[in-house]
Each structure stands twice: as structure tokens, then as C-alpha cells.
T-cell receptor, first 113, second 112 residues
Framework: KAGVTQTPRYLIKTRGQQVTLSCSPI?????VSWYQQTPGQGLQFLFE???????NKGNFPGRFSGRQFSNSRSEMNVSTLELGDSALYLC????????????FGPGTRLTVT | GESVGLHLPTLSVQEGDNSIINCAYS??????FIWYKQESGKGPQFIID?????DKRQGQRVTVLLNKTVKHLSLQIAATQPGDSAVYFC???????????FGAGTRLFVKA
């Protein structure tokens, strides 16, 4: 079974631009969570989607948004990029809404200049 | 507040020795705890988990201990190998919650 895939793997953007990151969960998984990882803040929860509905959201500004499609694929968008948005963005999927074991993708490394 | 912290940011052990990575959590309502391993350039990988109604769980070469009285979690790795070198994160989930709260991480170095 293929793992969680994320595209692109690396991205360089300029301050003020917007970016869209994509995540394809493991086949059959319906829950997708997004995390931001930085050296200073560690792994921080962004949001979680299940069956196209956002069920939980972390403490990030409204510039960070996401969505999930009917095939469980998910995208996250960051508008008006700031230098501090430079991070590794990780996506994780799990089998059902109640199962806790998450499988992570390799992440998208975003650099904002 | 919601926070999960680690006592030691870096741990260095000799190959073949046992490793112990510690973690403190603050939310007594958490009912599920997980340890993840993250190697360079990869996403976190599930190692072992434990529910709050247990105090010990064993896997292959790994053991997780949970002390709810002092809100402490530990990961024990037996016969540590060079391939165990990575950053280890503890994480917690609240009962019925859909988000995972991660600790800061501990980097484990294994000396040959």
C-alpha cells in the first residue's frame, strides 16, 4: 500500500505570495491532518479534516486554510506569505476519525524569501 | 494549557546500551500517548503507543512507560543501534480529540 504523498517536496516563495500544498493520504484513509514543523516551535497542529469537513483547528492565523476533497486528498493554502512561514509542512492520515495512529508524509519544505 | 515537553533535548548513548527518553505532559485529560521517530528528511514515524488505562506497553526493542500520577512518559530502547539515531517525539491526544499535541523532541545520538 502506498504511503502518504505530498507535493511539491520543496518550494521557494517570496513574501506576500500565496502557496498551495497537496497531500494524498493512504488509500482508504479518510482523516488528514496538517502540521507545521520549525526548529523553534517544533511540530504544531494546523487542522484536521474528515470526510471533507474540518473538525479541529490549531492556533494559526486565518492566512492558513485547508480543504479536503471527496477522494480524501487534501490541500492547504497559505496566503500573504511571511518570512516566519518558512517551515516543513507535514501531512498525516489515519484510517478512521477515531483511530489515533497517524501515518506521516515526507513533508513539503517551504522557504519564504 | 496544552503542552508536552521533553526533559533532555539531546541524548548520546553507546551502541548496545539501553536508551531512555523522557517526556512530561500537562493535560490530565489526555487519554492516548504516542512516540514518534523522525529521521533526517523524513516525516515522523509511529513507534509505539499507550492508552491512559495502561502503565506499560512493550514492542520490539521498545517499551513505553506511563506514570499518570506525575504526568510522565518514557520510551526505553533496548540495545540501541546506529539506526536508532533520530529525533524522538512524544505526543498526546485528548479523549475524543482530533488533534495531536507534540513535544519538542529529543535528538538521540548513537556512538559506535
Amino acid at each position: 500500500k502506498a504511503g502518504v504523498t505530498q507535493t511539491p517536496r520543496y518550494l521557494i516563495k517570496t513574501r506576500g505570495q500565496q502557496v498551495t500544498l497537496s497531500c494524498s493520504p493512504i488509500s482508504g484513509h479518510r482523516s488528514v491532518s496538517w502540521y507545521q514543523q520549525t526548529p523553534g516551535q517544533g511540530l504544531q497542529f494546523l487542522f484536521e479534516y474528515f470526510s471533507e469537513t474540518q473538525r479541529n483547528k490549531g492556533n494559526f492565523p486565518g492566512r492558513f486554510s485547508g480543504r479536503q476533497f471527496s477522494n480524501s486528498r487534501s490541500e492547504m493554502n497559505v496566503s500573504t506569505l511571511e518570512l516566519g512561514d518558512s517551515a516543513l509542512y507535514l501531512c498525516a492520515s489515519s484510517g478512521t476519525g477515531d483511530l489515533y495512529e497517524q501515518y506521516f508524509g515526507p513533508g513539503t519544505r517551504l522557504t519564504v524569501t | 494549557g496544552e503542552s508536552v515537553g521533553l526533559h533532555l533535548p539531546t541524548l548520546s548513548v553507546q551502541e548496545g546500551d539501553n536508551s531512555i527518553i523522557n517526556c512530561a505532559y500537562s493535560n490530565s485529560a489526555s487519554d492516548y500517548f504516542i512516540w514518534y521517530k523522525q529521521e533526517s528528511g523524513k516525516g515522523p514515524q509511529f513507534i509505539i503507543d499507550i492508552r491512559s488505562n495502561m502503565d506499560k506497553r512493550q514492542g520490539q526493542r521498545v517499551t513505553v512507560l506511563l506514570n499518570k500520577t506525575v504526568k510522565h512518559l518514557s520510551l526505553q530502547i533496548a540495545a540501541t543501534q546506529p539506526g536508532d539515531s533520530a529525533v524522538y517525539f512524544c505526543a498526546e491526544k485528548l479523549a475524543g480529540g482530533f488533534k495531536t499535541i507534540f513535544g519538542a523532541g529529543t535528538r538521540l545520538f548513537v556512538k559506535a
